[in-house]
T-cell receptor, first 109, second 115 residues
Framework: SQQGEEDPQALSIQEGENATMNCSYK?????LQWYRQNSGRGLVHLILIRSNEREKHSGRLRVTLDTSKKSSSLLITASRAADTASYFC?????????FGKGTMLLVSP | DVKVTQSSRYLVKRTGEKVFLECVQDMDHENMFWYRQDPGLGLRLIYF???????EKGDIPEGYSVSREKKERFSLILESASTNQTSMYLC??????????????FGAGTRLSVL
């Protein structure tokens, strides 16, 4: 399956700093998505980038996609304590998504 | 807003019991999914359904079955619960890729403990 793998597994930063998470995958994709999960809750969709796009912005989020390297990155600028969560990339096939194991982000006040 | 509702947040069952996990979505989505999430293993797809009465196996279907009698409801069934099925179960729904990019909307999850 075309599984995404996030890096790092865990990231600890101070409020106001930027957080960067990376995702690598193995096969061609329709699109790549990032999701967020607060502790013990369901996942929430953050942003989708299509295979023919290179960069996308949404508020404090910036996603890049490099299909030649089969990799994506999620940048959260000016992090807040409320950004503390796990972040997952997901590669999209026709009907299903395949999720990576996630990056756990801790933002300290 | 899309709402996906899972019937229970926490559930405790005994080994050998038949367990039903219910999921309802209110956005007329065609696709529905059941995942389990375990530490260090991420989300793994158990079953999905792309239409009423249709189902497809995911990556780990063993020990589970599903039912979709109505478009808005997707049930996960553990025929005879075992301790290795203790996990967080997540339901999701989406429109097909051509209609919505396959963005999935998740319920809050059911944490199942099998004793």
């Amino acid at each position: 399956s075309q599984q995404g793998e996030e890096d790092p597994q865990a990231l600890s930063i101070q409020e106001g700093e930027n957080a960067t998470m990376n995702c690598s995958y193995k096969t061609s994709i329709n699109n790549l998505q990032w999701y967020r999960q607060n502790s013990g809750r369901g996942l929430v969709h953050l942003i989708l980038i299509r295979s023919n796009e290179r960069e996308k912005h949404s508020g404090r989020l910036r996603v890049t996609l490099d299909t030649s390297k089969k990799s994506s990155s999620l940048l959260i600028t000016a992090s807040r304590a409320a950004d503390t969560a796990s972040y997952f990339c997901a590669t999209s096939g026709y009907s299903t998504l395949t999720f990576g194991k996630g990056t756990m982000l801790l933002v300290s006040p | 807003d899309v709402k996906v509702t899972q019937s229970s947040r926490y559930l405790v069952k005994r080994t050998g019991e038949k367990v039903f996990l219910e999921c309802v979505q209110d956005m007329d989505h065609e696709n529905m999914f059941w995942y389990r999430q375990d530490p260090g293993l991420g989300l793994r797809l158990i079953y999905f359904s792309y239409d009423v009465k249709m189902k497809e196996k995911g990556d780990i279907p063993e020990g589970y079955s599903v039912s979709r009698e109505k478009k808005e409801r997707f049930s996960l069934i553990l025929e005879s619960a075992s301790t290795n099925q203790t996990s967080m179960y997540l339901c999701a729904s989406s429109q097909p890729t051509g209609k919505g990019g396959n963005i999935q909307y998740f319920g809050a999850g059911t944490r199942l403990s099998v004793l």
